[in-house]
């Protein structure tokens, strides 16, 4: 399984938000810390505006920033919203499937099962738990260091 280039510009433009929270940030800084085109964060930008993941605000002293805090957004959301539109297999699209084999195979109901299961783990993983704590992450997307942050030890589940 690989995850399309959008779902990552979206964990890139949440994090950053999330280790600058209350701070209204400008795509292009976020581009150039994350090492990204603006052109493609902006799509994903108005993908996570849409679903209401960010607020933007336009203006001179417009950008984004969380709508709600980091501990209350799963990131299995984040990625069943980007990954969405991208079959898993042929089989998984109905409009371009030409598999032969789709009336009897009994794979795809195998797959369907694991990438449910993928998508259950990450539902139980939060924005908050990806950056709380992480100083390497802290330490490139924080665009106003002012007080050190307590850093914690990873913790794998």
């Not at 799509?43 to 709600?68: D, K, M, S, W």
């Not at 099962?113 to 139980?124: G, K, N, Q, S």
Request: net charge neutral; with cysteine.
């Amino acid at each position: 399984m690989r995850l399309t280039t959008r779902t990552n510009l979206a964990m890139r433009v949440l994090m950053a938000c999330a280790v600058n929270e209350g701070v209204t940030l400008r795509t292009a800084d976020i581009a150039a810390r994350c090492n990204a085109s603006v052109n493609h964060l902006l799509q994903v930008v108005n993908l996570l505006q849409e679903h209401g993941f960010i607020e933007t605000i336009r203006g001179r002293a417009g950008g984004l920033r969380l709508v709600g805090p980091p501990g209350a957004m799963s990131i299995g959301r984040v990625f069943r919203v980007f990954e969405a539109g991208t079959p898993f297999a042929e089989c998984f699209d109905g409009a371009q499937n030409t598999c032969p084999l789709t009336a009897t195979c009994r794979l795809r109901s195998y797959l369907s099962r694991a990438i449910e299961a993928f998508y259950h783990e990450l539902d139980m993983v939060t924005l908050d738990d990806l950056v709380r704590g992480n100083c390497g992450l802290s330490q490139l997307l924080d665009m106003v260091p002012e007080v050190p942050v307590a850093c914690a030890p990873v913790v794998p589940a």
